[in-house]
């Protein structure tokens, strides 16, 4: 059955996972809620410089956090968060979307790739910099891969791409079969753009 952002909204469980991690924690992701204001705000505000340097969030304080909770099932973003097991914490955000602005199309284009609203989608990740060395993001690609499918998604692209001079975060990218196809700049800042053609996994 293919996804909706309502669907998704109604019932949160249907796209909730438990994933194990390698020193016998476990976390959950789950769809953001409305109720997590607080735990958003205290993740986004406790997130380092250089986390902050590679992400793409407007703000990082509790009006970010109320932003993105207020914006649940009314556009086009499908926000995850990483939780612990019995804690309300948040340790990484997960955002997909489903619209593709004008500037995404006709870089793509330029370089020979037709993004399609219906097929292609963007998908970002940012974790607690005190998670970023525990395998979470190796065990989270392939649920952000299978979450994509049931949205019938074919193609995945980076949102906001990735910084050139962040070497692991490309190889880890390539890893899961995301390839890079051309170079821009954003603020001064050379970024990469990957695309991921799920038809291919």
């Known amino acids: 059955m293919k996804l909706s952002l309502s669907t998704v909204a109604e019932n949160p469980s249907i796209v909730t996972y438990s ?3 390698h020193d016998a924690e476990s976390v959950t992701l789950r769809p953001l809620e409305p109720g997590d204001v607080d735990d958003l705000a205290d993740f986004l505000s406790g997130l380092s410089d250089e986390t902050k340097r590679l992400s793409t ?4 304080d509790k009006s970010a956090a109320q932003k993105l909770c207020d914006s649940i099932n009314k556009y086009d973003k499908l926000r995850f968060v990483v939780v612990p097991t ?5 340790v990484g955000l997960i955002e997909f979307s489903f619209g593709l602005p004008n500037s995404d199309i006709e870089r793509f284009h330029k370089l020979g790739y037709e993004l399609n609203l219906d097929t292609d989608c963007r998908f970002g990740p940012t974790l607690a910099d005190s998670y970023q060395n525990k395998k979470l993001g190796s065990k989270l690609m392939p649920l ?5 499918k049931r949205f019938n998604k074919k193609r995945i692209i980076l949102w906001g791409g990735v910084l050139k001079d962040n070497e692991r975060a490309i190889k880890f990218y390539e890893k899961f079969g995301f390839k890079a196809v051309g170079e821009f700049s954003t603020d001064g800042l050379s970024k990469l753009d990957m695309i991921l053609d799920l038809n291919k996994m």
């Open 19 to 21: 994933i194990d991690l």
């Open 57 to 60: 969030f407007e703000g990082y």
């Open 86 to 90: 019995n804690s309300n914490s948040i």
């Open 144 to 148: 952000v891969i299978e979450i994509a």
